[in-house]
């Protein structure tokens, strides 16, 4: 695998503190009170935890919810309750995210949503990646070392998630944007109670975050991380959001907002007497103008009879998770050996053959999601590991016999260290519809530059290129294009119906979590929570496979046996999911530990 990362943190987490909403301004009936959603321990099914929101099970009618934060399920939740629907709590939850998650979210970030409209039985997808500017190129990135791209104008992106909220609004929802935004208002007015994580996130960017005036003075108040237990308010992100509410995309589309974006982008807020290099990006006001969210046919697998469906390119989520079911489908059986035969074969495939379609023509995806190519990779899969690096395969259309020896291609990067960014969000209705949100401003802290006086800080999305020189590879930047994405949301329908929807953060490690979530229920039999709650592996085509502590306590010795190499990783994705259980019954699921543990709420715990 290609990768530019090579010092990026391991296990950095964030949990937004708890503060209580109150009924945000376009709710007109007054608030109900909220009934604890009843929460089943992962391991004994028994009721605990709820009142504060991080439950991370919950079980119940009406509609569901899952995030990482309490905050934001009850946004969600409230919408839900007032009728709104998954689309409006999705997007509600999401603009909370940006407040109490500021280091992973954003309206200045992307993202890719997942939509299951009951009534019409069909599954939506919206591409709200960020896009290079125009003036950027194959060479733009080449030679510049990874770590200052990743403090820089160079690497923010036209930012997708305002024009995604309304696009996602406007065909599927039913709240104006000024009113799904409100709740986040509230939150960010209000505030929120820094806990150790956000304290300590603070405290990983410091020396960044002290280099931008606008950034320190945001988020080291008094020139140090926010103390453990204080109050965290954004005044100026609420009213950012209430400008954008009242004004419209449009003031960041080419508006006042998106000239101060350009402007901070063009000449960041370097603190006087900082020794960074901040290289200026190459973003321009027609670059913001220009930007497009857009709808896009789902990728889809059958995979035992259940249609999985997935995020087409620009993210590799879909392809690389549903070629792995496909080659896991197509073995006599599965075990963790050949879910991890399986995710490496489908990553040498993502690697060669993925980027953003309209700067790459020709993405195989049909070849790449065929049953024949799968049964073709399958062959690959021994009683052993496979020499390292897997070769990428020929999706063709042309699928022979196994191929004797193929030869392995040349080394071509290091395992990448995904450090637990971005977000995940599930939402059910109780009509039925469902949404899958992955978000992101990708490193934990975004490029660090707050943009002066807004509230939020920009994306470094565009790091998610690769640098180069890499003639031929398809995720080279270039004028308008989309970085490749790892984000996976996904949704499971059998029969027809909605079965199950999940997805996680943790850059390339989200392809993986999402295949062994499916992997663990499916194949291993476990619950939902069980399956979220298991320790993890990934392997991305690398020499070594990452995995959590308890993975390797429980198959480390059967793994090396058979040659494979396992290196630990401490942490590997906080996902959230939600199962449709029958008769209206859902089960929404977060992480029980994994970054603080997540928050899955209902609106009714009874019928
Ligand atoms: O789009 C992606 O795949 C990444 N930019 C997501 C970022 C993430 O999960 C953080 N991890 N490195």
Redesign the pocket.
């Known amino acids: 695998m290609i990768t530019n990362r090579s010092v990026?943190p391991l296990a950095v987490i964030l949990v937004a503190g708890s503060t209580v909403l109150t009924p945000p301004a376009w709710a007109d009936p007054p608030p109900t009170p909220q009934p604890v959603a009843p929460a089943a321990s992962p391991t004994t099914g028994r009721p605990g935890g709820g009142q504060t929101g991080k439950a991370p099970v919950a079980e119940g009618y009406g509609g569901a919810v899952s995030t990482v934060d309490p905050d934001a399920s009850r946004a969600a939740l409230k919408v839900l309750r007032r009728g709104g629907n998954a689309v409006d709590a999705a997007v509600a939850a999401a603009a909370v995210l940006g407040v109490t998650e500021p280091y992973s979210a954003g309206l200045a970030g992307g993202g890719f949503l997942l939509y299951y409209d009951a009534r019409r039985g069909k599954v939506h997808t919206i591409d709200g990646?960020e896009t290079a500017p125009k003036a950027m190129t194959a060479t733009s990135l080449e030679g510049v070392p990874f770590e200052e791209a990743v403090t820089s104008g160079l690497s923010a992106g036209v930012p997708g998630s305002v024009a995604q909220w309304e696009l996602a609004l406007r065909r599927f929802g039913t709240l104006s944007l000024r009113q799904a935004l409100q709740p986040a208002v509230e939150v960010a007015d209000r505030g929120f109670t820094v806990d150790q994580t956000f304290h300590d996130q603070t405290a990983a960017n410091a020396a960044r975050f002290a280099d931008f005036t606008s950034t320190a003075k945001l988020f080291l108040p008094g020139g140090a991380p926010p103390r453990v237990g204080s109050t965290f308010r954004n005044p100026e992100l609420a009213e950012t959001y209430r400008t954008l509410g009242r004004k419209g995309p449009g003031w960041l589309y080419g508006g006042r907002l998106g000239e101060e974006v350009v402007a901070t982008v063009k000449r960041p807020p370097v603190t006087p007497g900082s020794a960074r290099n901040v290289r200026p990006g190459l973003m321009e006001l027609p670059d913001l103008r220009a930007y497009r969210a857009l709808e896009r046919p789902p990728t889809k697998v059958v995979y035992k009879g259940m249609d999985v469906y997935g995020m087409a390119p620009p993210?590799s989520?879909g392809s690389t998770v549903g070629e792995a079911l496909n080659i896991l489908e197509a073995l006599p059986e599965v075990g963790p050996h050949e879910y991890l035969e399986a995710s490496r074969l489908a990553f040498a495939d993502r690697g060669r053959y993925v980027g953003d379609p309209s700067g790459v023509p020709g993405v195989p995806l049909a070849e790449l999601l065929s049953d024949g190519f799968a049964k073709e990779r399958a062959c690959l899969v021994t009683e052993r590991a496979m020499a390292h690096p897997a070769p990428a395969g020929e999706p063709d259309g042309a699928y022979g016999p196994c191929p004797a020896d193929s030869p392995a291609a040349p080394e071509t990067g290091t395992a990448a260290p995904?450090?637990?960014?971005?977000t995940h969000l599930v939402v059910a209705d109780r009509r039925g519809n469902v949404v899958a949100y992955?978000i992101?401003i990708?490193?934990?802290g975004g490029n660090g530059i707050v943009v002066p006086g807004r509230g939020f800080l920009l994306n470094n999305?565009l790091?998610?290129f690769t640098f180069g020189p890499a003639p031929g590879d398809p995720n080279l930047p270039g004028p308008g294009k989309r970085?490749?994405?790892?984000?996976a949301p996904t949704i499971v329908l059998a029969d027809g119906e909605p079965l199950l929807a999940l997805g996680s953060?943790?850059?390339?490690t989200?392809i993986t979590t999402v295949l062994q979530i499916l992997v663990n229920r499916w194949e291993f039999g476990m619950s939902l929570p069980e399956a979220l709650a298991a320790p993890r592996a990934t392997q991305r085509n690398t020499a070594q496979t990452q995995a959590e502590q308890g993975f390797i306590d429980r198959h480390g010795a059967e793994l090396t046996g058979r040659g494979h190499s396992l290196v630990l990783n401490p942490e590997i994705g906080a996902a959230t999911a939600v199962e449709f259980l029958g008769r209206g019954r859902l089960q929404a699921v977060a992480e029980p530990s994994r970054r603080g543990g997540g928050s899955a709420l209902v609106v009714s715990p009874a019928r």
């Open positions: 990026a990646r993210s989520g995904e450090g637990p960014e971005t992955n992101t990708e490193s934990t999305e790091t998610d970085p490749r994405s790892s984000m953060p943790g850059g390339s989200i």
